[in-house]
């Protein structure tokens, strides 16, 4: 039997642990709730958005973009020289990878990591139409680079002011060496070169024992008589290495800031007897350093599997045919049909690819081209190679811009009716092309 003053002290004790119970309860719901609301809410807040920003970071890349490590680095040597009239810089392979030990958020995908480089003058052109024909070529490098996930810098002005015309690449392909140490690659593409597939992804790993990849027929540079277009020099991918940099070095040792600059005229006239000026080029120059050094030949990719650069002549022609070729694919296909954020585009290159094995690249395989190159147009001065007329090179340029614009603008929900009318656009009905 309980006493009264039992039931009082059992009444008491059972009140305090149902309060003790309700607060851990009521303390375990709210953590409950503040997780779940951490991982719910918008990525879009101001909060979460600000907390990047004050952080540095680049959030599309993880890189910390405020972090510079206090240990030196070749920064810091008082005789580390940007100028191409400096030499090489020495050591650099060891240089480069202690700079990304230094700064860590920049090591994931190092290996891969490309930076495009182009450029034109830095003063206006001469032809009437020149800068809105170059403006239209860089928006699209940058078109291609923004879904590919590339960086790009645009030079417009001469680092060496006698290294004019061609060989102007060679002195801002070696300061970017030095100015992005956390990119594997740099691409120089020409102005006048237009990127025609917006969904094709360079591949790397073919090139994965070589240094500079280069576009031409290996075939050309084994014959007794050398040709001087065997390959273009006009677009290519060199590693930011210690072979490069002793490459860029070799290589701008022909230009005409040179004492040997003569002396390499005649040696390469000699060489390439279908070379039409006596002058030491750049493309000639990179073709011998080919052909004459195995340190040299050895590591140079010379690329004729597929358009890395391709004549515009042999392509243009071609490009509503390639338009018909790809709208049937994609109607067969309703993946490709499908709408999606450009920041996933390369998933749909890979259904590209799959759906384009066996085609091939050569001319009439209704594939697109990679890059249509338009040497001998000029442009900027106008002053086109005569065997083209104006109009042709005019007329194909616009086509080939508003050809891979219309790729671009496939994310945006528009495209051009017209190759040749830029200015025109029409909304695209949902399930394009089985809908057209």
Excluded at 201 to 223: A, C, E, F, M, S
Aim: net charge neutral; proline share 4%; aromatic share 14%.
């Amino acid at each position: 039997m309980v006493k009264n003053g039992d039931r009082s002290s059992s009444k008491t004790v059972a009140f305090f642990s149902n309060v003790f119970l309700y607060v851990i309860g009521a303390l375990i719901a709210s953590m409950v709730i503040w997780v779940m609301w951490a991982f719910v809410i918008s990525p879009h807040s101001s909060s979460q958005i600000s907390d990047f920003t004050d952080l540095g970071y680049d959030s599309s890349a993880g890189f910390d973009l405020r972090y510079d490590s206090p240990e030196k680095s070749f920064y810091d040597e008082p005789e580390m020289n940007y100028t191409i009239e400096s030499g090489a810089v020495k050591n650099w392979d060891e240089k480069r990878a202690e700079w990304l030990r230094q700064h860590p958020s920049f090591i994931a995908g190092a290996e891969n990591r490309i930076l495009m480089v182009t450029g034109s003058q830095s003063t206006p052109c001469k032809s009437s139409v020149g800068n809105y024909l170059l403006l239209k070529m860089f928006k699209n490098k940058v078109d291609y680079c923004r879904r590919h996930g590339i960086e790009i810098f645009f030079n417009n002005v001469l680092l060496q002011p006698e290294m004019y015309f061609f060989w102007a690449k060679t002195p801002i392909v070696k300061a970017a060496m030095l100015a992005h140490p956390e990119v594997e690659w740099i691409w120089w593409v020409d102005a006048d070169a237009v990127i025609t597939d917006m969904d094709f992804t360079l591949p790397l790993r073919r090139y994965r024992d070589h240094n500079l990849i280069v576009h031409g027929w290996r075939h050309l540079l084994k014959q007794e008589k050398k040709s001087w277009t065997s390959i273009n020099a006009g677009v290519f991918l060199i590693r930011n290495s210690q072979w490069g940099m002793d490459f860029i070095e070799a290589w701008a040792k022909m230009g005409p800031q040179s004492p040997e600059y003569e002396k390499w005229g005649k040696t390469l006239k000699q060489t390439f007897q279908d070379k039409i000026f006596p002058e030491s080029d750049d493309q000639s120059g990179l073709i011998y350093l080919l052909i004459s050094n195995k340190k040299w030949g050895d590591k140079i990719y010379v690329e004729s599997e597929y358009y890395f650069e391709g004549y515009w002549v042999e392509i243009v022609g071609e490009l509503e045919k390639i338009d018909d070729e790809y709208r049937k694919i994609e109607k067969k296909v309703s993946a490709l049909r499908r709408r999606h954020g450009e920041k996933v585009s390369e998933k749909y290159g890979e259904i590209w690819a799959e759906k384009l094995k066996g085609k091939g690249y050569a001319k009439g395989s209704l594939r697109r081209p990679f890059i249509t190159h338009f040497t001998g147009c000029q442009p900027c001065s106008g002053g086109h190679n005569p065997i083209y007329s104006e109009k042709t090179c005019l007329d194909s340029m616009e086509k080939a811009l508003t050809f891979a614009d219309n790729q671009v603008l496939r994310n945006y929900g528009f495209f051009h009716p017209h190759l040749l009318d830029p200015s025109s656009v029409v909304s695209l009905p949902f399930d394009f092309p089985q809908q057209l």
